[in-house]
């Protein structure tokens, strides 16, 4: 298993990602939120997509603070998007955008920490239709617009537990695992036909609400901020990653 990183010290030119329009899932908190200002500061259009209505203002409201592109905002629960869903947002960016240049599935639920054998099935189900059926119904329903941009990166997040997995981290490791698989299957199926590329990305241990949740006992200064691990996010949604397909990449 080859992981690849950012290209050391890698700093991104200021208009990095100047005309491009990019959606963010789970884009009002955590390494979303983080992600969708970097982008924006680099001078993308960035669609917030999310669950929680005011998270999403709160991260508009940044951007246009910053000056940033104004960025368009899609409200959407993934535990109960269906593809009806999907296929009406996907007409909304298409007559507002015309196509999209990078989609970051971002968004994840952690579900239960225990042993597969007092797993409860809701919660394994739920994290499953969000990490996985989810990712899967936007990316069906968004490469049409994907396919229309002049090169587009998808990106996929990962984990530590989706690349070896390890006990009582349940349905979530294995999701990252299927997330690694579709990452595969989608880059195979586009190489040479196509000029979307589709990478995974573990962010690494991140002070989040995620990470909290996943070690109470730990010090949340123990890990680096979201703001502080963006260069490969930057790397793989710009133009200096064109030729890279099918890779697995670690944040840190
Ligand atoms: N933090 C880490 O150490 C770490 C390590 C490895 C991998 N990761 C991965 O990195 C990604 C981001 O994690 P994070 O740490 O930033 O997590 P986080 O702080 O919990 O943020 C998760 C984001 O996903 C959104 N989300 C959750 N369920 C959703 C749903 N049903 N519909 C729409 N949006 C939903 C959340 O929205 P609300 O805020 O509205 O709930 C939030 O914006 C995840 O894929 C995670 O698995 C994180």
Redesign the pocket.
Known sequence: MTIHHAPADYHPPRDLLHGKTLLV?????????AAALSYAQHGATVIL????AS?LEAVYDEIETMGGPQPGMAE????AATPENCITLAAGLESEFGHIDGLLH?????GERRPIESANYAAWQEVMQ??VNAQFLLTRYLLPLLQAAPSASIIL????VGRTGKAYWGA?AVS?FATEGFMQVLASELENTSKIRVNSL?????N????RTAYPAEHPDT?PS?ADIMACYLYLMGDDSRDVTGQMFAAQ
């Open positions: 899932t789970g884009a009002g908190d955590g390494i979303g939120r997509l999310g669950r929680t998270k959407l629960d993934l535990a971002n968004a994840s639920v952690l969000v990490n997040t990962s984990s530590g979530y990252k573990n962010p690494g241990a991140t989040t609400a995620m990470r890990n979201a």
